[in-house]
Nanobody, 124 residues
Framework: LQLVESGGGKVQPGGSLRLSCSAS????????IAWFRQAPGKDREGVSC????????FYGDSVKGRFTTARDNAEMVTYLQMNSLNPEETGVYYC??????????????????WGQGTQVTVSS
């Protein structure tokens, strides 16, 4: 399974961005798709996860109520809508796939496939 992110860029504090993750190679239906992010000098952090069958979504505490993830299995695309962004959320955002289901904790060691990442910069 290959994953390619797009939609990153620079946004002002309080602004919004929508990231996309396009999958190819294998059917995306069999995988839960997650988003992670990594700020400079910090560990990779799990942001969200959506199960292989749409309807079950999980979010990190820091993004609940502001971020929304969705998927279109037919188009093999997963989205991350990010609202009310703040400068501390600057970093590289990665799309990731888990076989079958989102794990109870978004542990990067359990990821089966990674995208190459897309830069998000929140700055005035």
């Amino acid at each position: 399974l290959q994953l390619v992110e797009s939609g990153g860029g620079k946004v002002q504090p309080g602004g919004s961005l929508r990231l996309s993750c396009s999958a190819s190679g294998l059917k995306m239906d069999y995988y839960a798709i997650a988003w992670f992010r990594q700020a400079p000098g910090k560990d990779r952090e799990g942001v969200s996860c959506i199960s292989s069958a749409p309807g079950s979504e999980f979010y990190g505490d820091s993004v609940k109520g502001r971020f929304t993830t969705a998927r279109d299995n037919a188009e093999m695309v997963t989205y991350l809508q990010m609202n009310s962004l703040n400068p501390e959320e600057t970093g590289v955002y990665y799309c990731a796939a888990f076989a079958h289901a989102c794990p109870p904790v978004l542990n990067s060691d359990l990821v089966d496939y990674w995208g190459q990442g897309t830069q998000v910069t929140v700055s005035s």
